[in-house]
């Protein structure tokens, strides 16, 4: 019933964009200056999780890369530190720098290699304000940004005075979709997915319909009903599997969040697991009691409070640890027990080593 699993990945590109030419005008207008050789103008697209900004920026750049020769780039934020973030940039115009090259000599090359325009894609861009990446971007000439981020207001107040000038009125939001259009979405990934008529166009208005418009949530049911189908010896979906998809594309879609998340997410989200439900101030106690250990022999170091509480902000985005209360007395507890670290190993051995000291 499953012909081709792919399809249904978060990082699969549809050859056509639905329903979002409005918001692909936009972007392209941002940067039409640099089909005259100029930089283009800075833009911030917001949006709930799984409404396709990424899809949204990376088809558009694609495009525009395809007709007129423009260069861009995609960097994943999450997690990156000021010099992995430029060493991807400059990965875009030439040759990837060694690990070990030092902070400075990246900025220099950068500003010596980008002669013609460049677009940078910064995505999950909250984890950037931990970086000094932003002004190391904004010194280089030809550089315009693309930045993807859930609350544009929460993301613009963190950010350098430089780069909230050069986003002024640069906003671009997106909304949920329709379910037809939310529908039609889904018609091509089962036409490409699944074995031919193995589900009617019925049954994706009622996946449409129970996602509320969120596009990954919609693609990660139609797999699960597929699953439960195939599982059960169907023929086809039926209307049952496609009722008992929503928990099972719930797990998948918070699992696979939690995998892309930086290292400091996860020991976050295992401190707030071990506990079941924990305060604030104990959290970071727990946190700073257990950090030497847990980044031993890690390339990344701990985490300030005011950071570690932008990494739990990031979890509760992402459906994977709930806030509790009010944020004087606020608790964390996680949502799904079933989706579990890849690290949950290491950290629990760490957690009961240094809990004990």
Request: hydrophobic content about 40%; aromatic content about 4%; charged content about 30%.
């Amino acid at each position: 019933m499953i012909a081709d699993r792919s399809v249904f990945d978060d990082k699969y590109a549809p050859q056509r964009l639905l329903h979002r030419d409005a918001a692909v005008d936009r972007l392209a207008t941002a940067l039409a200056p640099t089909k005259r050789g100029q930089q283009g103008d800075d833009l911030l697209i917001e949006g709930s999780p799984g409404v396709g900004k990424t899809v949204l920026a990376r088809h558009t750049l694609s495009q525009l890369s395809e007709r007129h020769d423009l260069d861009y780039t995609h960097v994943e934020c999450m997690g990156a530190s000021t010099a992995s973030i430029i060493r991807e940039v400059l990965a875009a115009v030439g040759p990837k720098p060694a690990t070990n090259t030092p902070l400075e000599d990246l900025c220099l090359s950068l500003r010596e290699r980008v002669e013609d325009p460049l677009v940078v894609i910064l995505d999950e861009a909250s984890d950037i304000h931990d970086t000094k990446a932003l002004d190391r971007l904004a010194d280089v000439t030809g550089i315009s940004l693309v930045v993807i981020c859930y609350d544009a207001a929460e993301w613009l107040t963190h950010a350098p005075r430089r780069i909230t000038h050069r986003l002024h009125g640069q906003t671009l939001t997106l909304d949920r979709y329709g379910t037809d259009e939310l529908a039609d979405i889904l018609e091509p990934r089962a036409e490409k997915g699944l074995d031919h008529g193995v589900v009617a166009r019925r049954q994706l208005e009622m996946i449409a319909d129970e996602v509320a418009g969120i596009a990954r949530f919609g693609i990660y049911s139609l797999l699960a009903a597929a699953t439960l189908a195939q599982d059960r010896d169907h023929h086809t979906v039926r209307d049952e599997d496609v009722a008992g998809a929503y928990p099972l594309a719930r797990e998948w879609m918070r699992q696979a969040a939690l995998d892309s998340l930086s290292f400091h997410h996860h020991l976050l989200y295992a401190l707030v697991r071990d506990a079941g439900e924990i305060d604030g101030e104990t959290l970071h106690d727990r946190y700073d009691a257990v950090a030497d250990r847990a980044y031993d022999g890690r390339s990344r170091t701990p985490l300030a409070e005011r950071s570690q509480r932008r990494k739990l902000r990031k979890l509760d985005e992402y459906d994977l640890v709930e806030r509790l209360g009010s944020t004087r007395d606020r608790r964390y507890a996680v949502i799904d027990q079933s989706v579990r670290s890849g690290y949950d190993i290491d950290l629990s051995r760490v957690l009961q080593s240094g809990l004990q000291d």
